[in-house]
C-alpha cells in the first residue's frame, strides 16, 4: 500500500534493537579477544620443538586449527546476526501465501505474534485478515476519491462540488493514514521480532562454539607443553687436588654449577661467574685438574640429550 503519510516515522523499537545490536558487538569482542589470547598467550612456538613427539605436534595442530574454526564460526555467525532486518507489509499480510519463502517458519512465527496483539496494532477489528481488507479499500477509496476530485478541477465543475470532493478526499486519506501507522507499528514490531528471535536461536550455537573454542585452546597447550628442566645441576664444574683421589662433585672443591636454559648450550653470565671461578681454581694450583660433569634432564631422546651435554660441556671448556 503506498504511503500517503508526509511525515517520517519514528521506530519505537529504534532503541531495543541497538541495544541487541550492541549484544552482538560485545559477544564478537570477546571471540576476537579469544582469538588474540591464542596468538599471544599459548606456546605456539612449541610446535617445533625437538621435545614434541610427531603425535604431539599433530595433536596440537588440529587443536590449533579447531579452536581458530571455532572463533571464526562463531565470529561469522555474529555479523550475520547483524545484517539488515527489513521486514514488508507482504510479510506481514496473511493473505499472502508462503511456500516459496526462505524464512517461512520466521515470518509464520511473526505474523501470529501480530495476530496475538489485536488490542495493540488492530483493536477495531475482528482479525489481521480483516484488518488487512479494510486497509486496501481504504486504499483504493482515496484513490477514487482523489481521482474524482481531480476530474471536477479538470471539467470546471462548479466550486462547491469541487469543495466537497476535496472534503471527502482528505476525510478518506486520513482514515488511510490510522491503517498505515498501524502497518508502520507491525513492520517495526515484526522488525525487533525477526531480529530477537536470530540472536536467541543463535545463543547455543555461539555458547557451543566459545566452549569448543576454549577445549581446544587447552588440548592444544597441554599437547605441546615443554617440561622446564630440573633445577638441579646442568654443568657441576669441580677442580682435584693432585695431591690426592679427586674429591666427588657437590664436595668443599666444587666450584659451582652451570645452568643453561631448556634446549641451550649458551652459557649466561652467571655461568661466566662460575667458570671464571674455576679457571682462577687452575691458575692458582699447577697440581690442579678440572672435573666437568654434565647432565640434562628426561626429555626428548637418549640422543639428544647425550648431544646436548656434551654440547654443554664444551661450552664451558672453552671458557676455561
Known amino acids: 500500500m503506498a504511503s500517503s503519510t508526509a511525515g517520517a516515522y519514528t521506530d519505537p523499537y529504534a532503541t531495543p534493537k541497538s541495544n541487541l545490536r550492541d549484544t552482538i558487538k560485545w559477544m564478537a569482542s570477546i571471540f576476537a579477544a579469544l582469538a588474540a589470547v591464542v596468538i599471544a598467550g599459548t606456546p605456539i612456538s612449541n610446535l617445533s620443538s625437538a621435545s614434541l613427539t610427531w603425535a604431539q ?3 596440537g595442530v588440529i587443536a590449533l586449527v579447531g579452536c581458530f574454526g571455532c572463533i571464526f564460526a562463531a565470529v561469522l555467525q555474529m555479523l550475520q546476526l547483524l545484517r539488515a532486518d527489513v521486514i514488508y507489509l507482504t510479510d ?3 493473505r499472502v501465501t508462503l511456500d516459496a519463502h526462505e524464512d517461512r517458519e520466521e515470518i509464520e512465527m511473526i505474523r501470529g505474534d501480530i495476530a496475538g496483539r489485536k488490542e495493540h496494532f488492530f ?3 475482528a482479525s489481521l485478515e480483516l484488518f488487512f481488507n479494510q486497509a486496501n479499500e481504504a486504499e483504493e477509496n482515496a484513490r477514487l476519491l482523489g481521482k474524482a476530485w481531480q476530474d471536477k478541477v479538470a471539467a470546471q465543475a462548479p466550486q462547491v462540488e469541487i469543495t466537497v470532493a476535496k472534503e471527502d478526499y482528505a476525510e478518506q486519506v486520513r482514515e488511510l493514514e490510522k491503517f498505515e ?3 508502520q507499528d507491525m513492520l517495526a514490531y515484526g522488525a525487533y521480532l525477526r531480529f530477537y528471535g536470530r540472536i536467541r536461536r543463535a545463543m547455543l550455537p555461539l555458547v557451543v562454539l566459545g566452549v569448543g573454542a576454549l577445549a581446544a585452546l587447552l588440548v592444544f597447550t597441554l599437547s605441546v607443553q615443554v617440561q622446564k628442566e630440573d633445577k638441579g645441576p646442568s654443568i657441576v664444574v669441580a677442580h682435584m687436588s693432585g695431591e690426592g683421589d679427586p ?3 657437590g664436595a668443599s672443591m666444587n666450584a659451582g654449577t652451570v645452568f643453561f636454559e631448556t ?3 649458551a652459557v649466561d653470565d652467571a655461568g661466566r661467574t662460575i667458570v671464571e671461578k ?3 681454581a687452575l691458575l692458582e694450583k699447577s697440581d690442579t685438574a678440572l672435573l666437568i660433569i654434565a647432565r640434562t634432564d628426561t626429555m626428548g631422546t637418549e640422543r639428544r640429550n647425550v648431544m646436548l651435554a656434551r654440547k ?3 661450552a664451558v671448556r672453552t671458557l676455561v
Open 278 to 280: 674455576a679457571r682462577n
Open 92 to 94: 506481514i499480510d496473511p
Open 247 to 249: 674429591k666427588p662433585p
Open 57 to 59: 605436534q599433530i595433536i
Open 263 to 265: 634446549d641451550s648450550a
Open 312 to 314: 654443554r660441556a664444551d
Open 123 to 125: 483493536p477495531d477489528f
Open 181 to 183: 501507522a498501524a502497518q
